[in-house]
């Protein structure tokens, strides 16, 4: 199957030639190779390395405030504030990668040199993450806020890149859907592989620690075997897109001072779609954080469920991305976009919200019934496949956003717009997790809690809390996307203008 459309192959065919053999400093429709970039290889290369983001994201959503809290023994809120000022320093690091990437000119193109630099240190920050030294309460505060930037600082350098190559690997309005469906998927499997790696063997019960979570010994064993899954997820991407870089666009040589660079960001950053989708993420992604950050809460303390069951709700969910993969690419190309994403994202909420609800209101299975966990396992397996399609969708809207863009300012910004959105995602395990930490200052949550002895209003009071933040930040995210302009037909007229103005300009000599 084609990864762009025919009206750029012949607008565009010539144009290409040229760029390849000698001049490729105008920013135009990406000129790629005539095949391989919509093979099912392309794709599972370009979606491999989502495998490392998804580690890094299960074990900051849903590990990280647990960890430091409940085992490691530091009040809650403080664990949220190191995590919200590592984010913070996130906030400043994603848009620079972004821009840099966007201008960097090299051998290995604009996006590889950082994708295997990335590998390594990500490496190594993961591990140490989860091995703190035996410090006083203040100094952990300290060192987790060193090694969570870190941590943030080379996935950003592997994340926005990596995922800005979709934009020149396919300018098709449904190909797109698929590469981005890949991604999604391997980065799912990747948090979902080990969840269940977490729980079912480095988290088994024993007789001194029944919920394995919170046994100190099996974080270590951990840490090691996500490190090295992460650095090879990179390296794997990275050495499967390689040989696609001759056909990616090459930026115009010029001088980037610092001035034209904030100058061309802040241009770049008020279109009108994208802000709308930037604001859309931010909000949800909180709201996805709170759900990730507390998931382990209410599992261990609310539903009393111990790590072979956690584990064989995660094992079971491993079927959502399978699904969302399949599913994704018919239904954005069959309701459009965005009408997909506004579906997924009303499905996937409402089904996120009944458990605990009709938990709430005496009317679900109670803690030991042989029901509670079927039901649970099929709530939660409904809602993370409807959210995956979505979030699926909202990317590909978001990849969209390039052209129409590139039509207005003149050029190519993948990596900054990209950038955004590896921003919203962090905002999972960044702002979400300190809102998160602040829900359980507010109930009196205790540090190194017992499960068997803790007060079960506690629990009910964090999710009566829980329900109506969550219910306020998505609906304030669903109404954001409802602005966003972009459809199938407008993207295509911005390939047509822009396949003639490549072939225009790489027909008309340069200026002396």
Request: proline share 6%; charged share 10%; net charge positive.
């Amino acid at each position: 199957m084609a990864s762009h459309p025919d009206v750029k192959q012949s607008a565009a065919a010539g144009a290409a030639e040229t760029a390849r053999s000698g001049a490729p400093d105008r920013q135009g429709v990406p000129h790629l190779p005539t095949s391989g970039t919509g093979r099912l290889s392309t794709k599972l290369f370009y979606g491999v390395g989502s495998i490392a983001f998804g580690i890094k994201d299960q074990g900051f959503g849903t590990l990280l405030l647990f960890f430091y809290n409940q085992v490691v023994g530091i009040p809650s809120a403080a664990v949220g504030a190191a995590i919200a000022v590592a984010l913070v320093f996130d906030a400043f690091a994603d848009p620079v990668v972004g821009q840099i990437s966007d201008n960097l000119r090299s051998r290995w193109g604009r996006r590889h040199p950082f994708m295997y630099a990335a590998a390594i240190p990500v490496a190594v920050g993961y591990f140490l993450l989860w091995n703190p030294p035996r410090l006083s309460a203040m100094a952990l505060f300290y060192y987790l806020i060193v090694i969570a930037i870190v941590v943030r600082t080379f996935i950003t350098m592997y994340e926005i890149p990596s995922s800005a190559l979709v934009a020149e690997l396919t300018t098709d309005y449904d190909q797109r859907t698929s590469f981005l469906s890949y991604r999604f998927f391997f980065g799912w499997m990747g948090s979902l592989a080990m969840s269940l790696l977490v729980f079912a063997v480095f988290f088994r019960s024993t007789p001194a620690y029944p919920q394995g979570q919170l046994n100190p010994a099996g974080y270590p064993p951990f840490a090691v075997t996500a490190a090295i899954a992460m650095a090879a997820a990179i390296l794997i991407s990275a050495a499967g897109t390689h040989r696609f870089i001759p056909g990616f666009i090459v930026p115009p040589k010029r001088k980037l001072s610092l001035a034209l660079m904030l100058r061309e960001m802040k241009e770049t950053a008020l279109h009108r779609s994208f802000l709308v989708l930037v604001a859309s993420n931010l909000i949800a992604a909180i709201a996805a954080g709170v759900l990730g950050a507390l998931g382990l809460y209410f599992g261990t303390y609310f539903w009393g469920f111990t790590g072979p069951q956690l584990a064989f709700i995660t094992l079971s969910t491993v079927i959502a991305p399978v699904v969302a993969l399949a599913a994704s690419t018919p239904i954005a190309s069959r309701l459009g976009k965005k009408r997909a994403a506004i579906t997924m994202w009303l499905a996937a909420t409402f089904t996120y919200w009944v458990p605990l609800t009709a938990r709430i209101a005496g009317v679900f299975p109670p803690n030991g019934s042989p029901w509670l966990l079927p039901l649970v396992l099929v709530f939660s397996l409904t809602g993370t496949t409807l959210s995956i399609v979505c979030a699926i969708t909202i990317s590909s809207m978001l990849a969209d956003v390039v052209e129409d863009s590139q039509r207005r300012t003149g050029r190519r910004s993948e990596g900054l717009f990209f950038a955004s959105n590896a921003f919203a995602l962090k905002a999972v395990s960044g702002m979400g997790v300190l809102l998160a930490s602040l829900l359980l200052t507010l109930v009196h949550f205790p540090e190194h809690a017992n499960p068997a002895t803790l007060d079960p209003e506690i629990p009910k009071r964090l999710a009566l809390v829980y329900l109506p933040t969550v219910f306020a930040l998505y609906g304030f995210a669903l109404v954001f996307i409802a602005f966003y302009k972009i459809d199938r037909e407008t993207h295509e007229t911005n390939l047509r203008v822009l396949a003639a103005e490549t072939v225009e300009a790489e027909t008309t000599p340069l200026a002396e």
